[in-house]
Every structure is written in C-alpha cells, then in structure tokens.
C-alpha cells in the first residue's frame, strides 16, 4: 500500500494514479468514508489525462486509527504533507462534504504554487451548527445524536444513513443501489470509532468563514437542493458569498452524495471547471 507517515507518526494511505507530468486532482473524502468513495471520478479523470489521487483521512479507510488529532487544523496539516511528499503543484483540490471543509482549511493555507483550484461538493461551510451566528444551521442535538447512535451501535447507524438521507433512498419513488449502500457501509466500517465519532464535531462545529474569506484561487461550489445532509440554504450560497472567486452551481432535487447518483452530470462539470 501507497502511505506516508506524518510528523506524529500516523500513516495516511493514499491512491496515486496517472502520469506524474499530468495535472494533479486530489480528492478529499466525507464522513466516515474513504478514498474509494471517488472511485467514479478517478477513473473518469484519469482517463481524460490527468494525475489522479485520494488519501484516506486520518482514522479512516486505511489510515491509521488514531485517537488524536481528528480535527481540521491536523486534517489540513496531513493534506499538507502529502502534497509536500508527492510534490503536487498547480494542484484541483476537490472535497465531498467534510472533504470540502478539510479543502478550505487546506488551501487556506497551502503553500504559494501548490493550488491552482478548489472545488466544493455538498460542502460543510461555512459552519454547520446552529448559533446566534448561524441561525439557520442545524440544532447541535442532531449531531449529539449521530454521537449517540455511533457509540450505541455504529454497524446500524452506517446502514440506515446511506439507505436513508445520504443518497436521498428515503424519497418517493428513488431507485435504489444496495451495492451503494453496502459499499458506504464497508467504508465506514473500515475506520476507527474514536476517530469518527471526534469526526462529527470537525465537520459540525468547524468555522471555515476565515478560511473561504482567504482563499485567493477559483473556486466551484456545487451542492443539491434536496440535500438532506448539508441542507443546501445555510451551505453553499452562503460560502459563493465569501469567496473572493467562487460560482455557484446548483442542482434542483439532487441528493447529498449526488457524485454517486449522479456522476454523468457532475463529473462534466468538474472537468468544465478544471478546463476553463
């Protein structure tokens, strides 16, 4: 297997397809998922050219599971390293979910020559949790209790999410993958408990307004409207407003992991993105 080991001695593994003279794409992962999550679209980009990696978050996939440093800065930090270890320059860095929030928090802070676009895809930013801040975020009991229900029995919980809300198989008349459900179960199940279940907190309590408000390349914010995850109103539109170059594209009724529901219309536009 392809890893590196970070300063605090943690193993992040990582894909890493494609010529090395080709414009890198990383891919950054939700919860509690892995880099297979982006199957579809490594080999949708890899076979149009480009250099093709995704790494699996500390505690997730086939990373080490750590019981320290799950949180953003030091999400941020082992991104850091791997693009210094690989060399990754004029880099597309595309995250899904909280894989959009470690993007932020990254490129915020990459090096000058590192970045030359970011994406977002049914991204946590600006920040999920409801405040006097943030009044349209969700109440902080929704993530105490995807809390209880992780440490109560975590095998259900990564069923009933992706046979529910997550790929929107709840709504009237959606076709249903078990093979998807199945294959988010077998992700999950993967990683680490501890580093999950600190995990909710990165992704739910998280400010990234700084972050969004420093970032200085291009920046496509691509979310659902009938995400039930992210909910689409208090995500994206907010986070276009404090990109100094963002634009916003929008999906009517699509679902929260619409990469995989829907990758014949979200991979072209990513590569119209990365082209443009």
């Known amino acids: 297997m392809s890893t590196i080991t970070t300063k605090d001695g943690t193993e992040i593994y990582y894909k890493d397809w494609g010529s090395k003279d080709a414009q890198p794409i990383v891919f950054h992962h939700g919860w509690p998922l892995s880099a297979d999550d982006w199957d579809n679209q490594m080999l949708y980009f890899l076979d149009k050219g480009f250099r093709v990696i995704a790494h699996d978050r500390r505690g997730h996939g086939r990373s080490s599971q750590t019981a320290t ?3 953003m800065d030091t999400y941020a930090a082992d991104v850091a390293e791997l693009a210094e270890a690989l060399d990754l320059k004029n880099a597309v860095h595309a995250g899904h979910s909280t894989g959009g929030g470690e993007v932020a928090h990254y490129v915020a802070r990459a090096k000058p020559g590192r970045v030359a676009k970011a994406v977002l895809i049914s991204a946590v930013p600006p920040i999920m949790v409801k405040s006097e801040k943030n009044p349209g975020g969700l109440p ?14 975590r095998a259900q919980l990564y069923v009933d999410v992706p046979a529910g809300p997550f790929y929107g198989f709840n709504r009237p008349g959606a076709k249903i ?3 998807t459900i199945d ?3 077998r992700q999950g199940m993967m990683g680490g408990a501890k580093a999950h279940y600190d995990c909710i907190k990165a992704f739910s309590e998280t400010d990234f307004t700084d972050d969004l408000k420093t970032i200085d ?3 496509l914010v691509m979310h659902g409207t009938d995400d039930q995850i992210v909910p689409y109103a208090d995500a994206a539109p907010l986070s276009v407003k404090l990109l100094k170059h963002g634009t916003l594209k929008s999906y009517d009724g699509f679902p929260h992991g619409m ?3 829907h990758p014949e ?3 072209p536009d990513l590569l119209a993105f990365i082209k443009a």
Request: hydrophobic share 45%.
């Open 140 to 153: 902080i009991e929704v993530f105490d209790g995807f809390r209880s229900a992780l440490a109560a029995n």
């Open 217 to 219: 390349v291009p920046v």
């Open 183 to 185: 294959n988010w179960w």
């Open 259 to 261: 990469c995989t529901t």
């Open 265 to 267: 219309i979200i991979n």
């Open 69 to 71: 440093g799950n949180e």
């Open 177 to 179: 993958s078990q093979g």
